[in-house]
């Protein structure tokens, strides 16, 4: 089975899903650490049963508080410190996110409506997005119906950000009740037209808590689930074990036993997508424990998710094992994703390896992305390819976009180019929309 790009997309889409699933599921699975980092105080505080309430009645504190004669803090000291703590792109240290977990577990849950309203004030997208999800989390675990009643009241018009709200309290409602949020969600699936986007992206939690909570049913619903679902379901349930080494290998083993192929094989590229950046050396082991006519679809798929976090690594797996007929197309898709992340870093790498024409549609599509950002540096590539054609449509592309700049040196540029009158005239013949942004 050979994983077309549409697939290859849905391993990148589920990844979302899977950062959200990470964040709460790491906290869910880690408390008692979270608990110990920077203000936390150790212990879960779901049932407020654990907290002290202040004089006021507006705050509270736990036992450790008490006994280590620390002041109480009330909600809004609480909800400070963690805006804060999520200030200035922070939350990318996982240090500053286990302190917000553990600032989390010292709001109670009868506090957690008035949170969510401070939260929704937020100005910043980001800290809003986390803020929200980490509470409706903790909400879900105590009323997972009015939780998720208040999230989807407050996801309409927000596209695919106001279904994170969803996807959060689908986790959490699933570990505690299964049966229930498994009613509300063939309730309302097609409601919201589904897709990737929709209802799915929400079926990816709701599989994640339920394979959290018991496997065997998590693959029992899955019987009843047609279409894409089935894949975003399968990618929720590998989101259960991403900490989780045991729970993988049981997960893989009921992959196993899956009756159609394709989905077999597709299930392993999603699950792969994840383990790739949780722990690429792991997973690249793995890989190699699998049938061998497979093990080209798996590095293919780790290799693209890999670019996004080491793409020396990710396109170094990518041609692993590539025969000389695919590697053209292979070396393209490498310098497409990369150069859009890092130009100079692709174009570096594109220059160590083997010369030859294998690489004339990688340093097209190195030209493609060089071309707004330095024209000139994007002609020059553009005279290595070997290919005529190729050579002329991408000095084409370098050639329009320079002229918008310094039409002279331009010009100039490519009556030295090396190209034959033909191919100049062929290149001023292309049509400017050749050089527009890719």
């Known amino acids: 089975m ?3 790009p549409a697939a290859i997309a849905g391993t990148a889409i589920v990844w979302l899903a899977t950062l959200v699933g990470a964040f709460y599921l790491g906290h869910h699975k880690h408390s008692a650490s979270a608990a110990n980092a920077g203000d936390a105080a150790s212990g879960p505080a779901l049932a407020g049963g654990d907290y002290a309430a202040d004089r006021g009645g507006n705050g509270a504190r736990k036992a450790s508080d008490r006994e280590a004669g620390a002041k109480p803090l009330t909600l ?9 703590t999520m200030r200035g792109g922070s939350m990318q240290n996982p240090a500053a996110m286990m302190k917000v977990m553990g600032l989390l577990d010292r709001i109670r849950a009868a506090d957690v409506p008035e949170a969510l309203a401070e939260a929704d004030a937020m100005s910043d997208p980001q800290q809003k997005m986390l803020l929200s999800m980490c509470l409706l989390g ?3 675990e105590l009323d997972g119906a009015a939780a998720m009643k208040y999230a989807e009241e407050h996801a309409s018009g927000l596209g695919p950000m106001g279904q994170i709200s969803k996807m959060s309290v689908a986790s959490a409602w699933a570990e505690h009740d299964p049966e229930a949020v498994w009613k509300w969600y063939k309730d309302q699936s097609g409601n919201d037209g589904g897709g990737m986007f929709g209802s799915n992206m929400v079926l990816s939690s709701l599989f994640a808590g339920m394979a959290e ?4 049913q998590a693959f029992k619903r899955l019987a009843e689930i047609d279409g894409p679902g089935r894949t975003m379901a ?6 259960s074990a991403l900490f989780d080494d045991a729970k993988r290998q049981q997960l893989l083993t009921k992959v196993e036993a899956l009756p159609d192929d394709a989905e077999r094989k597709q299930a392993k590229v999603m699950m792969l997508g994840q383990w790739a950046m949780m722990a690429p050396e792991q997973a690249v082991a793995w890989v190699k424990t699998q049938p061998a006519d497979e093990q080209s679809d798996l590095r293919q798929s780790m290799g693209t998710m890999l670019m996004m976090s080491d793409p020396k690594k990710g396109a170094n797996l990518t041609l692993e094992g590539v025969s000389d007929e695919d590697k053209p197309q292979c070396y393209s898709r490498i310098v497409s994703q990369w150069a859009a992340l890092d130009t100079n870093a692709a174009g570096t790498w594109l220059r160590e390896q083997p010369q030859g024409p294998q690489l004339d549609e990688a340093r097209q599509a190195f030209v493609t992305a060089a071309s707004q950002k330095d024209p000139q ?3 020059q590539w553009a005279a290595t390819i ?3 054609d190729l050579k002329v449509s991408a000095t084409a592309m370098a050639y329009q976009a320079w002229q918008k700049k310094d039409a002279t040196a331009a010009d100039q540029a490519l009556a ?7 191919q100049i005239q062929a290149v001023k013949a292309e049509p400017s929309s050749r050089a527009k942004d890719p």
Do not use: R, V
């Open 416 to 422: 030295t180019s090396g190209l034959d009158e033909a």
């Open 386 to 388: 070997t290919n005529p």
């Open 76 to 84: 809004q000291q609480i909800l400070t410190k963690m805006k804060a």
């Open 2 to 4: 050979k994983i077309n």
């Open 138 to 140: 903790k909400w879900a």
């Open 377 to 379: 540096s994007a002609m």
């Open 234 to 239: 399968l990618a929720g349930m590998f989101q």
């Open 213 to 216: 909570k018991d496997p065997d």
